[in-house]
């Protein structure tokens, strides 16, 4: 089992940035890649951006790219989400998941962090 907590989310106007953070614990050694999801008000669940963790391969959601990075520390182990030029409908709680060795899903999730961006 991986436990995985977030950081970073917060308030901020269109067009600013944040940086979210989501560092994972337990066996982290089964982890094989790493995913941003979000979710708005009155919406499901969406991937954002996902990384490999042997490669470091990317995937974005064409809604974030060029905008949004995604990228990995192996020793720490974390991932991180830089979010720029931030719109309005950016506005949803982000949750960092995991995806172990055996699994075809993310299966271990943070508690997820609220990011809410104004016009």
């Known amino acids: 089992q991986v436990q995985l907590v977030e950081s970073g989310g917060g308030l901020v106007q269109a067009g600013g940035s944040l940086r979210l953070s989501c560092t994972a614990s337990g066996s982290t050694i089964y982890i094989i890649a790493m995913g941003w999801f979000r979710q708005a008000p009155g919406k499901e669940r969406e991937l954002v951006t996902s990384?490999?963790?042997?490669?470091?391969?990317?995937y974005y959601d064409e809604s974030v790219k060029g905008r949004f990075t995604i990228s990995r520390n192996i020793r720490a182990p974390s991932v991180y989400l830089q979010m720029n030029s931030l719109k309005t409908e950016d506005t949803a709680i982000y949750y960092c998941?995991?995806?172990?060795?055996?699994?075809?899903?993310?299966?271990?999730w943070g508690q997820g962090t609220q990011v809410t961006v104004s016009s």
């Open positions: 990384i490999r963790w042997s490669n470091g391969n990317t």
């Open positions: 998941a995991a995806q172990l060795q055996g699994r075809d899903k993310y299966g271990s």
